[in-house]
């Protein structure tokens, strides 16, 4: 799976690291940086306008005004562009809370009908009760899938004949519930069909939100569908989804800017859990590289994982069966390259593609060899040899190319964890609560 931030992610973190590492600092490699920046924006899709108004803000307050007191040119430098970059995408968290009615708006393939689900979770959260209802009927697949979807969160789901009469019936059948949430139909062109009937939907709804669901890899396109969904139902915020899959969510997320509406959330997976709060800080912290532990510790308790299985993998100190005890426990957090840009510095390491992911059936082969070593293969696995090797894989059933792998993965990610953990990590912390306490952590 494709990172969220792997084409944007990786470029502004690179940037950053070069920011933060390199030798000299002067006003003529700012501006060289800066061009680099505006270079990597316009590669990921963000309006050339914007990209050009960003970049020349930043290049004013970095070699134009004072410097503030405390902080060297590097990092006024690195300040400045984690301010700017969270002022274009948003400067504050808008999330939804309490009793509501919701319409979800947008074109086909957007991911309308399973972030109905999410936003259902979100809500249940919450404490509320939501409801379902799909007024989808131009997608055959649409209806049933809002049916399983709702099953799997315990939440009802309704639709009649068309979409008028469901959007109608549906406030006396759900009169009762906190929260109901409308799946609206998408075209592969917002045409007019399309326009009259979300316009008369929302006349009968009436709808204390309406959130336009934007794909992340639509790109330049994402600016003008933004501006005419806004013209017809009033957008009061954005769901930028398919966060998982794209190299170019720069676009889709700088658009919402022409409208005023906010992103609200961002769907980052198939699965319902697979969901955040959209937080322009956290996110531009992780986009640059600099982490999010709040965040990581947030999702630490969601899922029940101790704080402390945390703290290790960041610190670089587990043994071989910590290993495979944090990496169990720590994948229902969500995938392990996620995870790992929230971990300061980490995002800036080249770390292999799909070294940190792991599927489900590899890590239950895992646990078989761990549980056929010995005590003291488990606290030390540099002691196991050829001949260890090969006892170990017939011991567990397994070849012993998969005992080699498991060694592998363990000597790879504990290299990488402590290339950012002790005087390295603290550094970048150091700079990072120079920030006066911008920075999520």
Known sequence: MISMFDSLGKNLSSLIKRIV???????????????????????????????????????????????????TLREHVLKTIYEELVNLLGEKQVGLLGKRRIMLVGLFGSGKTTTVAKIAKYFQK?????????????????????????????????????????????LEKFKN????????????????????????MGEIVKPDEVLLTIPADLG??????SEE????????????????GTA?????????????????????????EDFELYDPKRFVSRLLGLGDLETLLEKAKEADVK????????????????????????????????LAKMIPGMGMANIPDGMLEMQESKLKKFKIIIQSLTPEEKADPSIINASRIKRVAKGAGVTEADVKELLNQYNQLKKVTKMFSGRGQKDMMNMIKKFGGKLPF
Do not use: W
């Open 21 to 71: 590492t390199g030798t000299t600092i002067d006003k003529a490699s700012v501006g060289e940086l800066l061009e680099e920046l505006k270079k990597i924006l316009l590669q990921s899709d963000v309006d050339t306008k914007l990209a050009d108004d960003l970049v020349s803000r930043i290049k004013r307050k970095c070699l134009e005004e004072k410097i503030p007191a405390g902080l």
């Open 126 to 170: 919450q404490g509320l009760r939501p409801a379902l209802v799909t007024c989808d009927f131009h997608r055959p697949a649409a209806l049933d899938q809002l049916s399983q979807l709702g099953k799997q969160i315990n939440a009802p789901v309704f639709y009649e004949k068309d979409p008028i009469t469901t959007a109608k019936n549906s």
């Open 177 to 200: 519930y906190d929260v109901i949430i409308y799946d609206t139909a998408g075209r592969n062109a917002l045409d007019k069909q399309l326009a009259d009937e979300l316009k008369k």
């Open 220 to 225: 330049k396109v994402a600016r003008i569908q």
């Open 229 to 244: 969904f806004h013209k017809l139902v009033g957008i009061t915020g954005v769901i930028i989804t398919k966060m998982d």
């Open 248 to 272: 170019k969510a720069g676009g889709a997320l700088a658009a919402t800017s022409v409208t005023g509406a906010k992103v609200k959330f961002i769907g980052i997976g198939e699965k319902i």
């Open 307 to 338: 704080k402390e299985s945390v703290e290790k993998l960041i610190e670089g100190k587990f043994s071989l069966q910590d290993f495979y005890d944090q990496i169990e426990s720590i994948s229902k957090m969500g995938s392990l390259s996620g």
